[in-house]
């Protein structure tokens, strides 16, 4: 087990590296919210993949549902599952040496996932506060255009805060010797 300790954003990130084998894989496509592809021929079919991850050292069974992601896996692959303060983010293929991210929700793994709910609470606080303040037609209106800015401000800087730290991912990944 190899382990990197980072600062980020006042938070401490510690990165393991653990060895283990794909037990098994299972890649389906579920049907999505519109099932005919003349609607929307893109989000028809949603790509799932089951992954079982047997660890090495312990011999622990880890499943894990991937979904969105295709990814090169096949069944009794070596591979360095990659954890970020015990979330799994993605996995090093042994023989290429290769990494890939299993995920896109960087912030969940440092524990900056307070953004979203701090900025809807705040949100909704003033949206509410905005209704029973202003008393004439366009209240309601007020009130969903600030709620708008708060969604687009909040996936923006998540999106933001994802890749800032998916690229610090990648520094301190090259870091890392695989063999």
Same mark, same amino acid.
């Not at 992954?51 to 050292?57: A, D, P």
């Not at 999106?159 to 301190?172: C, F, G, V, Y």
């Not at 090259?174 to 695989?178: H, L, Q």
């Given at each position: 087990m190899k382990i990197s300790r980072v600062q980020?954003?006042? @938070? @401490?990130?510690n990165i393991e590296l653990s060895p283990a084998t794909i037990v098994h894989i299972d890649k389906h496509s579920r049907p999505g919210i519109f099932t005919d592809d003349r609607f929307m021929p893109l989000a028809a079919n949603t790509l799932h993949t089951s992954?079982?991850?047997?660890? *090495?050292?312990s011999n622990k069974v880890l499943p894990?549902?991937?979904? #969105?992601?295709?990814?090169?896996?096949?069944?009794m692959q070596e591979v360095d599952i990659i954890t970020a303060n015990q979330f799994v983010i993605g996995y090093v293929d042994i023989e290429s040496e290769e990494y890939y991210y299993i995920t896109? #929700?960087?912030?969940?793994?440092?524990?900056?996932?307070f953004i979203d709910n701090a900025s809807w609470l705040a949100g909704i606080v003033a949206a509410g506060c905005i209704l029973t303040i202003i008393k004439? /037609?366009?209240?309601? !209106?007020?009130a969903f255009i600030l709620l708008f800015i708060i969604w687009i401000s909040t996936v923006s800087l998540k999106? &933001? !805060?994802?890749? @800032?730290? /998916?690229?610090?991912? #990648? /520094? &301190?990944l *090259?870091?890392?010797?695989?063999l």
């Open positions: 980020f954003l006042q @938070k @401490k990130l992954i079982v991850f047997q660890l *090495k050292e894990l549902n991937v979904r #969105d992601i295709q990814l090169p896996l096949y069944n896109n #929700d960087f912030c969940r793994a440092v524990g900056i996932g004439n /037609e366009y209240a309601a !209106l007020f999106t &933001i !805060l994802n890749k @800032k730290i /998916e690229s610090n991912m #990648d /520094e &301190i *090259k870091t890392f010797s695989i």
